[in-house]
Nanobody, 120 residues
């Protein structure tokens, strides 16, 4: 029973910061490729940041320089530090895990989501 539990969402003014956390339990975290997705109303879910098993990170262009993804394999936790937030960052943010021992074709586990709202 692998579970991903996000926290840290909330309401913040534009230009502010939030730090999202995702705690993973019930699995082998060190072999999971982790990602943060987001979904805004009326839009498709998109991957905003990914981090590999050895800490290699990648971001979509719209968040580069503002967001930082990190992980600690001992704590079995992944974070998304979001700085200089903009209104277009408003969305439900989801933590996601892909087991790299498996076929690696899709997300294996999803968190329940945490709401991030950025006001002007």
């Amino acid at each position: 029973q692998v579970q991903l539990v996000e926290s840290g969402g909330g309401l913040v003014q534009a230009g502010g910061s939030l730090r999202l956390s995702c705690v993973v339990s019930g699995g082998t975290f060190s072999r999971y490729h982790m990602a943060w997705y987001r979904q805004a109303p009326g839009k498709q879910r998109e991957s905003v940041a990914t981090i590999g098993i050895r800490g290699n990170a990648a971001y979509i262009s719209s968040v580069k320089g503002r967001f930082t993804i990190s992980r600690d394999n001992e704590q079995e936790t992944v974070w998304l530090q979001m700085d200089d937030l903009k209104s277009e960052d408003t969305a439900v943010y989801f933590c996601a895990a892909t087991d790299m021992v498996g076929p690696r074709s899709s997300v294996d586990y999803w968190g329940q989501g945490t709401q991030v709202t950025v006001s002007s």
